[in-house]
Nanobody, 122 residues
Framework: QPQLTESGGGLVQTGGSLRLTCANS????????MAWFRQPPGKEREFVSA????????YYAESAKGRFTISKDTSLNTWYLQMNNLGPDDTAVYYC???????????????WGQGTQVTVSS
């Protein structure tokens, strides 16, 4: 069973930036879609962004467009989420995940990391 390991979370002030990293211990195929979800306190897990491992096509939630950038390094089997201009509403546990097709539903992704906390202070 491949494992995903997130890193890069932390405490940042409003307007600040963070870069999350997801390291994949298993093989990644061009058909895979790698994604980031987040779960704010007391809320459901929500889609943030995704990238197709093969083509590099990217997808973003409306809340992420213009502020977040997803990218990948196939040589390192790793993908990233650069988050800029963070605000208190971005406070959440961020999870990386791997699926076999693109979807904004968490149910479509079958491999998950343990999560990394992002806290944005006002």
């Amino acid at each position: 069973q491949p494992q995903l390991t997130e890193s890069g979370g932390g405490l940042v002030q409003t307007g600040g930036s963070l870069r999350l990293t997801c390291a994949n211990s298993g093989r990644a195929f061009s058909s895979h879609v790698m994604a980031w979800f987040r779960q704010p306190p007391g809320k459901e897990r929500e889609f943030v962004s995704a990238i197709r491992w093969g083509s590099g096509r990217t997808y973003y939630a409306e809340s992420a467009k213009g502020r977040f950038t997803i990218s990948k390094d196939t040589s390192l089997n790793t993908w990233y989420l650069q988050m800029n201009n963070l605000g208190p509403d971005d406070t959440a546990v961020y999870y990386c995940s791997r699926g076999n097709s693109y979807d904004t539903s968490a149910a479509s992704y079958n491999i998950w990391g343990q999560g990394t906390q992002v806290t944005v202070s006002s």
